[in-house]
């Protein structure tokens, strides 16, 4: 009798199962989702994109409390743009004309135009990764334990120049936190750690697979747990290896702690590499930071980059936001549906499958830059993609810090502020911390990838959920991501176009007699020194 009511069990189970997988729509209905790293870029888009797309029952968000502000405070001022005083409730509530536009956090935008009582499903729970039990209250971390049921890890620092001790409790300790809370989730069908395609840079072919490393994750740990930090800092060096940084190195021992801790877990882990703005979702060229390539594009648009050194013959592998966000999605469901004993890993990159070099990046940079240029453009957009380090220095001086020491003299003399210098050296710590990425070049296999487009592919519940990178145009995405540029960076409207295009060709005009003069300069003292070599001999 017990076997056959066991045999019944396990086929309700079966068939519970096979239900919950049979569209995405299912997988997600009624689900408790936890997330972390929501009030950052890519937590933002996963957030919006699942209150937007899928039938969930509720978001769970770790935040941290921060400057004196509670987590919903934090949470009204990062994410639901802290419209005066207004719970996420009431911001549901709110009619779209009554909302105050600020075009960094525009990002709910649509879900309040379209579907506004989805704003009711988000929760925030007081929590911190780089805490012990994730810095939860009892009573939040059992109702975390009962009532999650998938999870999307992304909470990460990603400060390429962090110490290593921070990034170490941050990257690593963070995960093996929460795979800690993981395990004893009752109710968990699936779980999404997010990763970085860069997390092996030290290899020139990455498979979808968990590389170890000589120095193993728990000997890092008990090191920075121990030692000072002056004695860290002297052997981070040996520590990360062929690493650039230790962002990349924490992010490999962090795979490694989910190789070991997720065994049993229904655990996938998702790679993208350089994290781009939107395509398509929430907005086309939806974009909130200036970080990385981001503040580099805008510099260029106002012409106050000149020189940047890269390999332009090379790959660059960039992909943008919502495509990272749909495969975390789809991972999510596929990992449910296609259970294995082995850890997926998705090595979410475009350059396997739809290349574009760094001198079409460029080419498309300054294409568009000009086209839809900036009414706060300074010099007529151009640059140069260099690998001679000594000219790089030269041009960085006279076109970048002169020029910016220049305009803070002026803003000081109008007792304006001076900011130029400030944002310039930010500009070039960026560039900085990015040349090991655009002088090298590697190569990404993507099976596991292929197989996720494959899947997503035969099932119609997927066509909103778009992970064939194949399927983007370069050109047009450029074009949307400058102009994104100008909208939720600069804050700038279609309207202020004319006057933007009249003041580029003034500076076109300016820029040729600079270079008139210039050759002028140069014609005149070669010819003053050939007249004094002649006069010499």
């Not at 979410?348 to 760094?358: F, Q």
Request: glycine share 4%.
């Amino acid at each position: 009798m017990s076997t056959t009511n066991a045999q019944t069990n396990s086929g309700h189970a079966h068939d519970e199962a096979h239900s919950r997988g049979s569209t995405i729509d299912a997988f997600f209905a009624g689900t408790v989702i936890l997330l972390t790293g929501a009030t950052d870029f890519l937590g933002k888009a996963l957030l919006e994109k699942l209150l937007r797309s899928c039938p969930v029952a509720a978001i769970f968000v770790l935040i941290r409390p921060k400057r004196n502000k509670s987590i919903e405070q934090r949470f009204e001022s990062v994410i639901a743009r802290n419209i005066n005083t207004a719970s996420v409730v009431e911001l549901a509530k709110t009619p779209v004309s009554e909302i105050p536009r600020s075009p960094r956090l525009r990002v709910f935008d649509r879900i309040q135009s379209e579907f506004p009582d989805t704003l009711k499903k988000i929760f925030p729970v007081k929590g911190d990764v780089s805490l012990p039990e994730l810095g939860l209250e009892p009573d939040d971390r059992k109702m975390l334990l009962d009532k999650v049921n998938i999870v999307f890890h992304s909470a990460a620092t990603v400060r390429f120049n962090e110490p290593l001790k921070i990034a170490v409790n941050l990257n690593v300790m963070g995960t093996d936190r929460m795979l800690d809370l993981c395990r004893r989730m009752t109710n968990l069908i699936s779980v999404i750690h997010v990763s970085t395609a860069y997390s092996n840079a030290d290899r020139l072919e990455i498979e979808e697979s968990i590389y170890t490393t000589e120095v193993k994750p728990h000997t890092v740990v008990h090191m920075c747990e121990n030692l000072d930090d002056e004695t860290i800092k002297i052997t981070e060096k040996k520590l990360i290896g062929k690493h650039p940084n230790t962002y990349t190195f924490t992010k490999n021992l962090a795979e490694q702690i989910v190789m070991k801790k997720g065994k049993n877990l229904p655990i996938a882990i998702v790679r993208p590499s350089i994290i781009c703005a939107a395509n398509q979702d929430p907005f086309p060229g939806w974009i909130d930071n200036i970080n990385g390539i981001t503040g580099i594009m805008t510099a260029i648009a106002q012409g106050t980059v000149r020189s940047i050194v890269c390999n332009a013959k090379l790959k660059i592998d960039v992909v943008p936001v919502d495509f990272v966000v749909n495969t975390m999605i789809c991972a999510s469901w596929s990992n449910f549906v296609q259970r294995t004993k082995r850890i997926k890993v998705y090595n979410c990159t475009s350059s396997t499958l739809h290349p574009i070099t760094w001198n079409e990046f460029g080419y498309l940079i300054k294409k568009y830059s000009t086209e839809f240029p900036s009414k706060h453009v300074m010099w007529y957009p151009g640059f140069t993609f260099r690998t001679n380090k000594f000219i790089h220095a030269i041009v960085r001086a006279t076109l970048h810090f002169l020029p910016a020491f220049i305009l803070d003299l002026i803003s000081r003399a109008r007792s304006h502020k001076s900011i130029m210098l400030k944002l310039t050296k930010r500009i070039d710590l960026s560039a900085q911390t990015g040349e090991f990425f655009s002088t090298h070049e590697w190569i990404w296999r993507v099976d596991n990838m292929i197989a996720l487009m494959e899947f997503a592919s035969t099932h119609e519940s997927c066509r909103n959920f778009e992970v064939n990178i194949q399927n983007m145009d370069w050109d047009m995405y450029l074009q949307r991501y400058i102009l994104g540029i100008r909208k939720y960076i600069l804050k700038e409207n279609l309207d202020t176009l004319p006057y933007a295009r009249s003041r580029l060709k003034k500076l076109y005009l300016v820029l040729q007699c600079a270079k008139i003069l210039g050759f002028v300069a140069l014609f005149e003292s070669l010819k003053y020194l050939c007249r004094t070599i002649v006069w010499k001999t």
